[in-house]
């Protein structure tokens, strides 16, 4: 079963501009995760957002954390072509050192 | 930097054939986990391994079996390979000291 549901499923912008992409999800979580797949490799960690904090920051990203709404947002500011990717949101729940992933956003910047 | 890698990008196999798809890790995780990746579902787990020989049942085990001799290869075995089987199959892995999970390249294979 799929915990999280990332929105929107497809995202086109920009150079320069920000990207934000939403993430929901349905249980109580240790920790929320994004990843980036940029077409047809494996996935790389971008940032990871405990379920005691509300926001995060890592360069040019963002992430929010609201547990009572039990949804996370992404934000890619000042968005480059480079950064055209799938983004996908995951989370970790309990003590099953498992991750469960969304279906994703496929982000693209226009140059 | 952790290096998880695949044995092949690209594989096409018959109907009825046994594939296996092997991964391997270079930084001594615990963990091991394969994926599949479908178009509009994301990342499903197929099977995971905490430990040498130790397997556990992810979301869609059916028609999957895996093999954990050593801590550092984690295989995927398609006993008989069935056309919906085709999908990207990523493996990764994952110790107790870090959060993230560690993703090899991607085997995309083709069943026909």
């Known amino acids: 079963s799929q915990q999280g549901e990332e929105d929107p499923q497809a995202l086109s912008i920009q150079e320069g501009e920000n990207a934000t992409m939403n993430c929901s999800y349905k249980?109580?979580?240790?920790?929320l995760q994004w990843y980036r797949q940029n077409s047809g490799r494996g996935l790389v960690h971008l940032i990871l957002?405990?379920?005691?904090?509300r926001e995060k920051h890592s360069g040019r990203l963002r992430v929010t954390l609201d547990t009572s709404k039990k949804s996370s947002s992404l934000l890619i500011t000042a968005s480059r072509a480079a950064d055209t990717a799938s983004y996908f949101c995951?989370?970790?729940?309990?003590?099953?050192?498992?991750?469960?992933f969304g279906s994703g956003t496929q982000l693209t910047v226009l140059p | 930097d952790v290096k998880v890698t695949q044995s092949s990008r690209y594989l096409v196999k018959r109907t009825g054939e046994k594939v296996f798809l092997e991964c391997v890790q270079d930084?001594?995780?615990?963990?091991m986990f394969w994926y599949r990746q479908d178009p509009g579902l994301g990342l499903r787990l197929i099977y995971f391994s905490y430990d040498v020989k130790m397997k556990e049942k992810g979301d869609i085990p059916e028609g999957y079996s895996v093999s954990r001799e050593k801590k550092e290869r984690f295989s995927l075995i398609l006993e008989s390979a069935s056309t919906n089987q085709t999908s990207m199959y990523l493996c990764?892995?994952?110790?107790?000291?870090?959060?993230?999970?560690?993703f090899g390249p991607g085997t995309r294979l083709t069943v026909l």
């Open positions: 957002i405990r379920s005691n904090e």
């Open positions: 930084m001594d995780h615990e963990n």
């Open positions: 995951a989370t970790e729940i309990g003590s099953a050192r498992q991750l469960t």
């Open positions: 990764a892995s994952w110790t107790s000291i870090r959060d993230e999970q560690f």
């Open positions: 249980t109580s979580i240790n920790n």
